[in-house]
């Protein structure tokens, strides 16, 4: 039988950190933020098997794969002339026995995808995923992929992943298929993960930072959370959390990773309502310093190759694309201070199934000054946001295909505001502190002041046609519309709870679309239809 990795799973405990009566926000400097990364990667995809049967029933094993699994050569007809023999590839992967390399071939993990296809792809990771989770040397990247031969690059695993992530943006047709596609690329990244195929720590991160994109079907996959525990677990083990251990001369690479992990570890906690796992004593500022901004120069064949993606690829867009990290990067240290200083894990009941989950909860003791204190690290850092990354309701034509680079830097800003609202109404959840019932009271006013501009945001990036280019985080932040709304229709005032009805249809409308990307979106979907099943009776519609 094959062997699986049980992959070891390590959550650091968040270091002791005295509350402080007032937090102090960071002196912020602009530094460039330029990723380097020395791991490769191909894509891969399941197509058909390539060993012969060699068991009575294996014709009919094959049949039922084929319909459990929708086979990724039909996924690609359009894009390639697969009459053409199919390509895989030739990299030697030591750490792997002749059997498992079998299966990994049955399961078209080792195949490389058409050319067409790949290309795509690659323009839709390089304009929405590398701006903000800028985890490779992309230049090195796709000057192996594109400029070399990609059947000797030497890491499938990062291979698939990149294609992977980039599948999550490509172009939606109305069908299932591109659904299909992000699907068989996460499961053949995940096989290669499980059977040990690459070697290198680095690279293993930087394929478990992609997968954490995944958010599809959480009954078949391990979540976000899952995969970013096992990142930090490798992280962990070879030293790249304390970056006092980083050699001189990989400092840039290192820190460009970190700065990944940090930003994944902020926005999944947000998300899964966890405990960040890096500690919040320490700015990311100093981090940040190490990195480097020099833009870098493209061979004219990956320019060709990535079409109107290309622009992003200028010394132009390459500088904007790290001021914008680095700004999320700074937003990520603000998130984290605010779950930990206004959040606590704590094992909460379900009284339905007598059972219980480890979530973050308010705490229940909180000095006065931190609430003001984490709106004033929140407002200090929206303050001094470089002009050229700051939200503005879109001027641009209608660009529903999502491919010139003023309307990929659009979404880009628009979900680092998304986040802002989300991080205040977090604060806002917790309320203030109540002597007559020492009990804390959300702050309604401010969660209908941030539900709103949410909801605006969204609406004018639905109506651009440009809602499911936002990251996965996006239905994280839509879920805190909805459960603002569902509090406001829980009061007595008639024009709040009408509002909060408003909300929810327009929750539900952006929840439908997101979708198309994240199937998770459904939870949205539910939630604003069971409301409505519940209580529209009292509203008057």
Known sequence: MPHLRHARTLVGPMLAFPFPTQIVPPVWTNVGTTAFSTGVGQPHIAIKPHVLSTYPLDNLLSDIEGLLEQPVSHLAQSKEDLTKPDRMFRTRLPAVSGEDNEYLLRKGALLLLPPALRNELLAAYVNYVHPLLPILDLGDFLSQIIVGDDAQFKSPLL????????????????????????????????????????????????????????????????????????????????GLLHDED???????????????????????????????????????????????????????????SLGSASLMLTSTYQEQSTMLFKELVKLSYCVGAILDYLYEGAWVRIPTRRSSFYSLAPKCSISPSIRPSCEKLLYSWIQFLPLNAVYHPPQLPADAEGESAETVFLVHKAFLYLLYLASMAVIYRTGTHSQQT???????????????????????????????????????????????????????????????????????????????????AEMAVLKTRTARANLLGLVET
């Open 159 to 238: 291979y698939q992943a990149v294609m992977f992530a980039g599948s999550i943006f490509a172009q939606r047709d109305g069908t299932d298929e591109p659904e299909q596609l992000t699907r068989a690329l996460f499961e053949r990244t995940k096989v290669l993960y499980e059977f040990e195929s690459e070697s290198c720590a680095y690279t293993q991160i930087q394929a478990l930072l992609l997968m954490t994109l995944w958010h599809g079907d959480m009954s078949r996959h391990k979540g976000p959370s899952y995969w970013l525990d096992v990142a930090f677990s490798t992280a962990e083990r070879i």
């Open 246 to 304: 980083w050699p001189c001369d990989s400092r840039s690479f290192r820190s460009a990773m970190w700065c990944c992990l940090y930003v994944r570890d902020r926005t999944i906690s947000l998300g899964s309502r966890r405990p960040p796992r890096m500690p919040v004593n320490k700015y990311p500022d100093s981090i940040l310093h190490l990195m480097s901004g020099a833009p870098r120069e493209y061979d004219e064949i990956i320019l060709e």
């Open 438 to 520: 020492s009990t804390a009271t959300p702050n309604m006013e401010g969660l209908r002041a941030s539900t709103s501009q949410i909801k605006k945001v969204l609406a004018e990036l639905q109506g651009m046609g440009l809602l499911q280019f936002l990251p996965g985080a996006s239905v994280t932040i839509l879920m805190f519309a909805v459960e603002a709304s569902l509090l406001d229709l829980q009061g007595s005032d008639t024009m709040v709870r009408r509002q909060a009805m408003s909300n929810l249809y327009a929750c539900e409308e952006a929840a439908l679309h997101l979708m198309q990307a994240y199937p998770t």
